[in-house]
C-alpha cells in the first residue's frame, strides 16, 4: 500500500528548514542544497512540494508570519487591558532567544525584499496585519477611557513602528542590557501616549 504523505505538512516541515538555514546563514545561504541537507531529504523533494527558490523563500516567510502571528495569539490570550497591548509589541521584539531569531530571520527577508516585489508584498500585509490587530487592541483600551481623542489607526501605526525600531537596536545591540531595556523604553513610551492631552503638550 503507498504511503500517504501530508503534503502541508511536508511544506511545513520544509518551510521551518528553511527558517533555520536563514537564520543561520542568511537569505544567499538557503539555495536548495543546503534546504535539503537541513530538512533531510533530496533536492528533487524540495523542488517537487516547493518549487524554485523564490517559491522557497516565500514559503518559508508565510510560515515564519504565521508562527509570530501564533506567539502574539498565545501572549495575548491571558492578558487584557494595557498588558495586552504591550505583549502584542513585544511579541515581534527580540526580547529572547525565539523571537531574537524570528527578528533576524525577517530582517533578512525585509533586506531581500527590496528587490523581490513578491517579498515586499508579504512583508506589508504581515505589517497591516500586525498594525491592525494593534489598533484593535487600542480601541477596546479607549473605551476605558485610555488614549482619549487619539485616532486608534494611526497610534498603532506609531506603535508597531516604535516596537520595530526597538527590535531593530535590540538586534544589533552590541550590549546585551540594551536588550534588556528595550521593555522598559516601550512601556515608557506608551504611557507618553497615554498621558491627559495637556501632559503630553508639556513632555514634546
Not at 483600551?141 to 527590535?167: K, N, R, Y
Amino acid at each position: 500500500m503507498p504511503k500517504i504523505v501530508d503534503h502541508d505538512e511536508r511544506r511545513a516541515h520544509i518551510a521551518a528548514a528553511v527558517l533555520r538555514v536563514i537564520a543561520r546563514d542568511g537569505v544567499k545561504g538557503a539555495d536548495l542544497r543546503s534546504v535539503a541537507k537541513e530538512a533531510g531529504c533530496s533536492t528533487g523533494v524540495i523542488a517537487h512540494y516547493v518549487g524554485d527558490k523564490q517559491a522557497l523563500l516565500l514559503g518559508a516567510l508565510r510560515e515564519a508570519m504565521n508562527h509570530v502571528a501564533r506567539a502574539m495569539s498565545d501572549v495575548a490570550a491571558g492578558q487584557s487591558g494595557m498588558a495586552r497591548l504591550i505583549a502584542m509589541l513585544e511579541a515581534g521584539m527580540p526580547l529572547d532567544p525565539e523571537r531574537a531569531a524570528s527578528c533576524r530571520i525577517f530582517y533578512h527577508f525585509a533586506a531581500e525584499g527590496m528587490n523581490d516585489p513578491k517579498l515586499a508584498g508579504e512583508l506589508a500585509s504581515y505589517y497591516d496585519w500586525w498594525r491592525r490587530e494593534v489598533g484593535d487592541v487600542i480601541e477596546v483600551l479607549q473605551a476605558d477611557g485610555h488614549f482619549a481623542g487619539q485616532d486608534p489607526s494611526a497610534l498603532a501605526e506609531t506603535m508597531v513602528g516604535l516596537a520595530e525600531g526597538l527590535a531593530i537596536q535590540g538586534v544589533f545591540a552590541a550590549d546585551p542590557a540594551q536588550t534588556a531595556r528595550l521593555s522598559r523604553r516601550l512601556a515608557d513610551a506608551i504611557a507618553r501616549f497615554d498621558a491627559p492631552l495637556s501632559r503630553r503638550e508639556q513632555m514634546a
